[in-house]
C-alpha cells in the first residue's frame, strides 16, 4: 500500500528552526508538495520538490531526498504565526496526490 | 478576488437528509477536487474533474455524486447522509498541468446527526 509517515505533532520556541519529516512509500513518484494549513482555514501551497536536493523560499526551504523517500521542511526563524498543520502530499504515478496526516507545530514564546 | 468559494460554511443535517455542498472557482482552472478531511487522517479524494463535462471516483466515492456542467461549478451532493459522513469538506482546484498546486476553498464543515 501507500504510506506517508509525518510526525503527529511537534513543539519549537519563538525565533528557533524546526525540521518537519516526511518519508513515504509510494507506487511511482512525480513530485512531492508541502502544505501550511492553519486551524480550521484551508491548506495553503508551500513547495514543490521533483528532484532531489534543497529548495529555499525566504524563511522555508523543502528538501527531497528521491531514493531514500524522504523529505523535510525547514522553518527558520519561527514566528508564533507559524502555529500551523504542515502537510506532506506526493503524487504518484498516476499522478494521484496521496496525503499525510500532518504535522501540528506548535510555537511557544 | 479569484479563488474558490464554498458554501455553506457549516450544516447540522439530520441523517437520512439529501445535501448539496457549493464549489464555485473563478481561476478557469480545468481540473477539480472534493477533499474530506478527518482528525488523524490525511485528506481523502472523494470525486475529480479533470475537465467540464468529466468526472472521476476518488478514494472514498460512496455515498457521494457530482457534477461538472461548466468550468466554474462543482457540486456535492449527498443523497442520504449518515453520522460517518460528519467531516470537514474541501473543495480544491489547479490547472492543467498535473504538477501543479492546489487552490483550497475555505471548507464546510459538516455534522450528520
Known amino acids: 500500500g501507500q504510506n506517508i509517515d509525518q510526525p503527529t505533532e511537534m513543539t519549537a520556541t519563538e525565533g528557533a528552526i524546526v525540521q518537519i519529516n516526511c518519508t513515504y512509500q509510494t507506487s511511482g513518484f512525480n513530485g512531492l508538495f508541502w502544505y501550511q494549513q492553519h486551524a480550521g482555514e484551508a491548506p495553503t501551497f508551500l513547495s514543490y520538490n521533483v528532484l532531489d536536493g534543497l529548495e529555499e523560499k525566504g524563511r522555508f526551504s523543502s528538501f527531497l531526498s528521491r531514493s531514500k523517500g524522504y523529505s523535510y521542511l525547514l522553518l527558520k526563524e519561527l514566528q508564533m504565526k507559524d502555529s500551523a498543520s504542515y502537510l506532506c502530499?506526493?503524487?504518484?504515478?498516476?499522478?494521484?496526490?496521496?496525503w499525510g496526516a500532518g504535522t501540528k507545530l506548535i510555537i511557544k514564546p | 478576488i479569484a479563488g474558490i468559494t464554498q458554501a455553506p460554511t457549516s450544516q447540522i443535517l439530520a441523517a437520512g437528509r439529501r445535501m448539496t455542498l457549493r464549489c464555485t472557482q473563478d481561476?478557469?482552472?480545468?481540473?477539480m477536487y472534493w477533499y474530506r478531511q478527518d482528525l488523524g487522517l490525511g485528506l481523502r479524494l472523494i470525486h475529480y474533474s479533470n475537465t467540464a463535462g468529466t468526472t472521476g471516483k476518488g478514494e472514498v466515492p460512496d455515498g457521494y455524486s457530482v457534477s461538472r456542467a461548466n468550468t466554474d461549478d462543482f457540486p456535492l451532493t449527498l443523497a442520504s447522509a449518515v453520522p460517518s459522513q460528519t467531516s470537514v469538506y474541501f473543495c480544491?482546484?489547479?490547472?492543467?498541468?498535473?504538477?501543479?498546486?492546489?487552490?483550497f476553498g475555505n471548507g464546510t464543515r459538516l455534522t450528520v446527526t
Open positions: 481561476m478557469r482552472h480545468n481540473a
Open positions: 480544491a482546484s489547479s490547472a492543467s498541468d498535473q504538477n501543479s498546486p492546489l487552490h
Open positions: 502530499a506526493v503524487l504518484d504515478s498516476n499522478y494521484q496526490l496521496i
